[in-house]
T-cell receptor, first 114, second 113 residues
Framework: EAQVTQNPRYLITVTGKKLTVTCSQNMNHEYMSWYRQDPGLGLRQIYYSMNVEVTDKGDVPEGYKVSRKEKRNFPLILESPSPNQTSLYFC?????????????FGPGTRLTVT | AQSVTQPDIHITVSEGASLELRCNYSYGATPYLFWYVQSPGQGLQLLLKYFSGDTLVQGIKGFEAEFKRSQSSFNLRKPSVHWSDAAEYFCAVGGQAGTALIFGKGTTLSVSS
């Protein structure tokens, strides 16, 4: 089944404790992206990757890191999480990087930073 | 500035009644327009998209949307709502060569029996 998977689905952590949210897709997509969703703000893009070893900042990249060493994986790293990073995070992928290609979204990771 | 406005934060519709969710956009180039649905605890699913051509587009689950360039709108409609349509709906815009989608803040649809 074609899908985007994220792990973990739920995470509660403390301020400053490094964490990684994994994202994997099995569709051989070139483009992958991370969004955060906050009430009343909709989805905002954090980082995106046009292909392996190619990443770039989205609208809200502060406090996050990403890497794209393999085509299928695009982990999101929070080196020192803070409470304002409490949010619902979505990974998405598409065949190519332009918006004409449908983006497929993962199920989301709900992160709470205390 | 590029933006998407969904004026209605929350809408309640009776089951079987018609539905229209509003979306207005501001975009400097030819827009590509999308509607996504997010069911509780789920990721986003594409309902329909408009790139060019016929301004009335059909999507999945019986939804349709109409692009009106003069009004910068892309409203989503459904003739008869089912209880399973209760979800959050997002309108999004992007450019032909763009890589990022700009999302609206979403409209939550509740369906009453």
């Amino acid at each position: 089944e074609a899908q985007v998977t994220q792990n973990p689905r739920y995470l509660i952590t403390v301020t400053g404790k490094k964490l990684t949210v994994t994202c994997s897709q099995n569709m051989n997509h070139e483009y992958m992206s991370w969004y955060r969703q906050d009430p009343g703000l909709g989805l905002r893009q954090i980082y995106y990757s046009m292909n392996v070893e190619v990443t770039d900042k989205g609208d809200v990249p502060e406090g996050y890191k990403v890497s794209r060493k393999e085509k299928r994986n695009f982990p999101l790293i929070l080196e020192s999480p803070s409470p304002n990073q409490t949010s619902l995070y979505f990974c998405a992928s598409s065949l190519r990087g332009t918006v004409s290609y449908e983006q497929y979204f993962g199920p989301g990771t709900r992160l709470t930073v205390t | 500035a590029q933006s998407v406005t969904q004026p209605d934060i929350h809408i309640t519709v009776s089951e079987g009644a018609s539905l229209e969710l509003r979306c207005n956009y501001s975009y400097g180039a030819t827009p590509y327009l999308f509607w996504y649905v997010q069911s509780p605890g789920q990721g986003l699913q594409l309902l329909l998209k408009y790139f060019s051509g016929d301004t009335l587009v059909q999507g999945i689950k019986g939804f349709e949307a109409e692009f009106k360039r003069s009004q910068s709108s892309f409203n989503l409609r459904k003739p008869s709502v089912h209880w399973s349509d209760a979800a959050e709906y997002f309108c999004a815009v992007g450019g032909q060569a763009g890589t990022a989608l700009i999302f609206g803040k979403g409209t939550t649809l509740s369906v009453s029996s």
